[in-house]
């Protein structure tokens, strides 16, 4: 503006970038930076909040062929019974509504809980994280394990996270390690697929209270409640 | 409605009758373009952001197309949410409009060709096109809907390659030209 009164046909072409080009080397700089987050994301360290969170007793620990793993109080009158992936994307979101709800009823007494852990959903990661899950089941870490994996689920879980959370929860030693990394419960893993299709329990997360299935809209804190007998 | 017909027609009345009303398109015919450039670049956006929270069923939504080499899976899980996301925003301030919104186009081809090709070998997934994704019961696909809204959105992304001049835009697209021819 300052040197006005230029002719515009006498001046010398100016070199400038189109948008065009701007939008290109944009785009695939946000492609790379996404891939970089996410890659950041799933595989940073493992860090837990509460690493003495109650634990609830251990009634039938992993190893059964067939038999799910209960805690909770023995005499407890209602039994629920939950079959989740640690890779799926709906048991996340069922866990994070209702996950507390059910861990109040088993601390309260009001139920126990069998663990169903599945491995169809991610073939490459699923089997890897049920077996590791019971491996903390064997160290008396149900529950913790299982409520740290869904809560941090957007990380990939690999085998060197899955050791870290252990030790976090104070179970890192050396047959917890050895349990994960050999897949020494692989077997039972196996097992629990085999004793879920028997039930007729092809998806998850799916639900059962005193041996009844509930409904996709019973899937809250406050079906499970009613379903329980608990108001 | 009500309100809004006279005034257009009182424009084209008004400015030169005897053209058929051509400014009176002229008129609105960036406003079209910033209602497909504000469309398009929204429904990106917040696909792409509803993906970009949960990395692993993004990947596990790809994977389940069967389409990609596993090796593939994930980049395109992680970074495509991104992408739409970049495009969206493009869109929405109106930059690069027509660069973007070929991305955009090439993205519903994409989108739409994925949809189909997985409706023909008879999968049963959810586009997972805003978030979710994976396996459905073999009765709850919606393989048709997902296909005609991305048809709809291609259709907006091919009116702004053709019409990239929008009102309320950062940049008017294309450039216009000062006089110089570039080389």
């Given amino acids: ?231 | 409605m009500t309100d809004q017909a006279p005034t257009t027609d009182r424009a084209s009345m008004a400015d030169r009758p005897s053209m058929t009303g051509r400014p009176a398109m002229a008129r609105w015919l960036p406003l079209v373009s910033t209602v497909a450039r504000l469309v398009l670049g929204a429904v990106l956006l917040v696909a792409g952001f509803l993906k970009i929270e949960d990395p692993e069923a993004s990947r596990q939504a790809v994977a389940a197309y069967e389409l990609l080499p596993k090796a593939l899976e994930q980049p395109v899980g992680w970074g495509l949410p991104f992408f739409e996301v970049a495009v969206g925003i493009l869109l929405i301030v109106g930059f690069g409009t027509r660069i973007a919104a070929l991305a955009g186009g090439v993205l519903m081809v994409l989108f739409i060709a994925a949809v189909s090709s997985a409706w023909a070998r008879g999968l049963a997934i959810d586009c997972g096109c805003f978030g979710g994704g994976g396996q459905v019961a073999p009765g709850e696909t919606k393989y048709l809907q997902e296909i005609l809204r991305d048809g709809g959105l291609l259709v907006l992304a091919v009116w702004l390659w053709f019409r990239p001049r929008s009102r309320f835009a950062l940049e008017s697209d294309p450039p216009v030209p000062t006089g110089a021819k570039t080389p």
């Fill in chain 1, 1 to 231: 503006m300052s040197k006005a009164h230029q002719n515009p046909l006498t001046q010398r072409p100016r070199r400038r970038i189109s948008a065009g080009v701007v939008v290109v080397i944009i785009l695939i700089l946000v492609l790379a930076a996404g891939v970089g987050v996410q890659w950041w994301r799933t595989n940073s360290g493992v860090s837990v909040d509460n690493a003495n969170a109650p634990e609830p007793t251990m009634i039938t620990p992993p190893g059964t062929s067939g038999v799910g793993v209960t805690v909770g109080q023995p005499n407890a009158k209602a039994t629920i019974d939950l079959y989740l992936d640690f890779r799926c994307p709906h048991c996340k979101d069922f866990e994070d509504k209702t996950g507390p709800a059910i861990n109040e009823l088993v601390d309260s007494g009001a139920a126990k809980v069998t663990y169903w852990p599945m491995d169809f959903v991610n073939p490459d990661a699923s089997p890897r994280l049920a077996n590791a899950w019971a491996c903390a089941a064997a160290a008396g870490k149900a529950r913790s394990y299982s409520d740290e994996l869904f809560k941090s689920f957007e990380k990939t879980w690999t085998t060197d996270q899955l050791l870290e959370l252990g030790k976090e929860l104070g179970i890192g030693n050396q047959t917890f390690d050895t349990c994960v990394r050999d897949n020494s419960q692989a077997g039972w893993v196996d097992s629990i697929q085999g004793a879920a299709q028997q039930r007729g329990v092809t998806a998850t997360p799916t639900v059962f209270v005193n041996g009844n299935k509930l409904g996709d809209d019973q899937l809250t804190p406050e079906g499970i409640r009613a379903a329980v007998g608990v108001s």
